[in-house]
């Protein structure tokens, strides 16, 4: 049974940076396509970020563009999320989500199979 992790949510004040990471048990993660999305109260779970299996194609909702990294590293087996200049805004539960059968990076909740129990992210204003 698959197994996804997240970890490094936490309070930190507008402006500030975060990193989350994923982690996996039972598969390599070199075989997944990994997002993160997000959901904040009161609302929808909405992509944040995705990843190809190979790590070279990336996407990026246009809110978080130019100030979010997703990224692998096939060698811990970890995928991260880097969240820098943070907003109030990006206030939200953070999930990674993995689905091993896409080929390109998937923004919709459907095309994930496999789900982390989530990790709060809190930004002061």
């Known amino acids: 049974q698959v197994q996804l992790v997240e970890s490094g949510g936490g309070v930190v004040q507008a402006g500030g940076s975060l990193r989350l990471s994923c982690t996996t048990s039972g598969r390599t993660f070199s075989n997944y396509v990994v997002g993160w999305f997000r959901q904040a109260a009161g609302k929808g779970r909405e992509f944040v970020a995705g990843?190809?299996?190979?790590?070279?194609?990336?996407a990026y909702a246009d809110s978080v563009k130019d100030r979010f990294t997703i990224s692998k590293d096939k060698s811990t087996e970890t995928a991260y999320l880097q969240m820098n200049t943070l907003k109030p805004e990006d206030t939200a539960v953070y999930y990674c989500?993995?689905?091993?059968?896409?080929?390109?990076?998937?923004?919709?909740?459907?095309?994930?199979?496999?789900w982390g129990q989530g990790t709060q992210v809190t930004v002061s204003s």
């Open positions: 989500a993995g689905q091993t059968s896409l080929y390109a990076v998937g923004n919709f909740e459907y095309e994930y199979s496999y």
């Open positions: 990843i190809s299996w190979s790590g070279s194609r990336t």
